[in-house]
């Protein structure tokens, strides 16, 4: 069965600074997608990255950057110069193929999600 | 503009009255899915469906039903509603594995705040 552990439940920053958000996760499948998931105060689900098992290339956009290693099962998600618009509650998630094509496949499972409290 | 559209977004019930959330998306897509939010647990997955008539229980489905009618449309009804109902419920959709254009990527609702008193 596949799992995401978040273990930082609550993280805050003074605004500037760097913070890393850790994500770990176990699955039995070659062929999975992570990703993370940002929710501001008003609630919504904003999707940020998306990253298939085949893909280890780290990425970067704009102050986030996500770095995927498979040998230590983490996708850990930076953001850099942390501003207070980024405090959110944010979310790794993880799918996977799981069992038959089409039966189930692609189940998406979350973490329990790390709040990110940025102070002025 | 393609969105998965939730109503109501806030919503206090009675314990036993019957309610449905509606949840419509206007993508054509094939996959739907209930998850409700819980403070230190995350989204867990009620129920989903992988096409029209066809549903299957997610990780938390006791309390809930769902149905497929129609492509772009997925309810979530609570018969008898009780407060250990009370949460923050989303609806998704994505295309399913092989259609043209696949991405795996979930589009979201943007949730329902239910408090059953």
């Known amino acids: 069965a596949q799992k995401v552990t978040q273990a930082q439940t609550e993280i805050s920053v003074v605004e500037k600074e760097d913070v890393t958000l850790d994500c770990v996760y176990e699955?039995?499948?070659?062929?999975?997608?992570l990703f993370w998931y940002k929710q501001p105060p008003s609630g919504e689900l904003v999707f940020l990255i998306r990253?298939?098992?085949?893909?280890?290339q780290n990425e970067i956009s704009g102050r986030y950057s996500w770095n995927f290693q498979k040998s230590t099962s983490s996708f850990n998600f930076t953001i850099t110069a942390s501003q207070v618009v980024d405090s959110a509650v944010y979310f790794c998630?993880?799918?996977?193929?799981?069992?038959?094509?089409?039966?189930?496949?692609?189940?998406?499972?979350f973490g329990k999600g790390t709040k990110l409290s940025v102070i002025p | 503009e393609a969105q998965v559209t939730q109503n109501p977004r806030y919503l206090i019930t009675v314990t036993g009255k019957k309610l449905t959330v509606t949840c419509s998306q206007n993508?054509?897509?094939?996959?739907m899915s209930w998850y409700r939010q819980d403070p230190g647990l995350g989204l867990r997955q009620i129920y989903y469906?992988?096409?029209?008539?066809?549903?299957d229980k997610g990780d938390v489905p006791e309390g809930y039903k769902v149905s497929r009618k129609e492509k772009r449309n997925f309810p979530l009804i609570l018969e008898s509603p009780s407060p250990n109902q009370t949460s923050l419920y989303f609806c998704?959709?994505?295309?399913?594995?092989?259609?043209?254009?696949?991405?795996?990527?979930?589009?979201f609702g943007a949730g329902t705040r239910l408090s059953v008193l």
């Open positions: 998704a959709s994505r295309p399913q594995p092989g259609t043209s254009g696949w991405e795996n990527i979930q589009y």
């Open positions: 699955t039995r499948d070659t062929t999975y997608y």
């Open positions: 990253r298939n098992s085949f893909d280890e």
């Open positions: 998630a993880l799918s996977e193929l799981g069992g038959l094509m089409g039966a189930g496949s692609y189940q998406l499972t």
């Open positions: 993508m054509n897509h094939e996959y």
């Open positions: 469906s992988m096409n029209v008539e066809v549903t």
